[in-house]
């Protein structure tokens, strides 16, 4: 696939700083506000974001079938709305646009002035209206090892594991964006199969390493879309840290799955990093035996190798990072995931948000949840300032990164923090 966006020789007249998430490679779309201005879409430029309203409202994108309007609003919506194909031309214009060589707009200050802003001056906000949220379970290290503790390696996974992307509705209007701080969730706990319940603050808190992808507008109900077509309606990706309070959801699963245990907060990047940008750092995924049905078989590579770790910082001292692992380990691909979401007619729409899972790779430093880490909470993981976690403790800070490299060229996601304060 040819998309000048992405050419790894490609550099920009805006200064972007070594290893920076944000080269002229990558310019992922975002919402933010400066000032007393209103929410805007923006695009990231190394310590810059490209106001697209202006940018637009200066005549610079006339040739797309974008107008002002359309980035004069406080989420991606009506922008993705245009498609795929409109969004890959306007990335290609914003692209030449910024090339070093390219002078149309860089020879004229007082446009440059009002179109770029920098980035420690603005507020970032959530990027998307997210209508409906699904997270999937697609990690095969992660579910062998949740098997491991709560069953045993001989049945780890379950019968239908390798047959279906397994999957659960969660509640969208719980996802924020990154920084926001939230207060550790209250619940029904089970302290001992001897004990009646107990309402109490959850006490076995943990982080999730998710990826998660973002819809363009899907097919009316009733519909499908196949793997070969599922590329045209993911619009990108953000880091997702999808929260679970572990003791919670012990209590409350059977038989319908997770759910106050998983609704008070996920976390998701303010950038999304397009699927085109993405393109360059696909790779092939795992053999996956038993075959498929035919509705999810696939063609090409359709994994992505994204480096993702997790880092916890207790107050008022430094971070340490706790796992670092990598996307490409999944087992079931977004176009499977995507697949089998509509292969019943189910109707996808615009920011619909579709999570991983704990995402786990094969070895112990890269287990995506303190579950796995600590193991079930038998060992400890020592902390910079010397203390220990098993779990996330009140006002610990949770901060996890990402990034795609190669030739020389790095497309990163920035990072999702959040903080957790003490149970109302």
């Known amino acids: 696939m040819n998309i000048s966006a992405n050419n790894p020789n490609l550099k920009s007249w805006v200064t972007v700083p070594a290893n920076s998430d944000f080269p002229i490679q990558n310019l992922p779309f975002g919402i933010f506000s400066e000032g007393a201005n209103d929410k805007r879409v923006g695009v990231a430029l190394g310590d810059k974001i490209i106001d697209l309203y202006q940018l637009a409202s200066f005549g610079y994108l006339n ?72 997270d999937f379970y697609s990690s095969e290290q992660h579910a062998y090892n949740v098997g491991c503790m709560f069953r045993d390696p001989n049945n780890a996974l379950l019968p239908n594991w390798k047959h279906i992307p397994v999957g659960y509705h969660g509640r969208s209007s719980s996802i924020v ?67 679970s309070a572990r003791d919670i959801q012990k209590w409350e699963y059977i038989p319908l799955g997770p759910f106050l245990a998983k609704n008070f907060a996920s976390h998701m990047s303010p950038w999304i990093v397009t699927l085109d940008a993405l393109e360059p750092f696909r790779t092939s995924g795992p053999v996956q035996d038993p075959k498929v049905l035919p509705y999810l078989e696939y063609k090409g590579d359709k994994h992505i190798d994204i480096n993702i770790e997790m880092g916890i910082q207790p107050e008022g001292t430094s971070e340490t990072v706790v796992t670092k692992s990598n996307y490409k380990h999944m087992y079931w691909n977004m176009n499977q995931q995507l697949a089998h979401h509509s292969v019943n007619g189910c109707n996808i729409n615009c920011g619909d948000t579709m999570a991983s899972g704990t995402i786990s790779g094969p070895t112990e430093g890269s287990y995506g949840s303190m579950l796995e880490i600590s193991w079930a909470g038998s060992k400890s993981v020592k902390m910079a300032d010397g203390t220990e976690r098993k779990f996330i403790q009140d006002n610990d800070t949770v901060i996890m990164r990402g990034y795609s490299e190669k030739d020389g060229v790095r497309v990163g996601f920035g990072e999702v923090s959040a903080k957790v304060l003490p149970a109302k």
């Open 63 to 134: 040739n797309t079938s974008f107008s002002a309007s359309d980035f004069e609003q406080d989420t991606l919506n009506a922008m993705m709305l245009k498609g795929k194909a409109a969004n890959r031309i306007l990335r290609n214009r914003i692209s030449e646009i910024f090339e070093e060589s390219n002078d149309e707009l860089k020879k004229n200050e007082q446009h440059v002035a009002q179109i770029l802003s920098n980035q420690k001056d603005c507020e970032l906000h959530l990027p998307v209206q997210i209508g409906d949220y699904t």
């Open 177 to 243: 964006v990154s920084g926001t701080p939230f207060h550790r969730p209250m619940g029904q706990l089970k302290p001992s199969p001897e004990e009646d319940p107990i309402f109490a603050p959850c006490r076995l808190l943990d982080f999730e390493l998710e990826m998660a992808f973002i819809t363009f507008q899907g097919k009316p109900l009733g519909e499908r879309i196949s793997t070969e077509e599922a590329d045209e309606y993911i619009f990108g990706m953000t880091l997702f840290n999808d929260w």
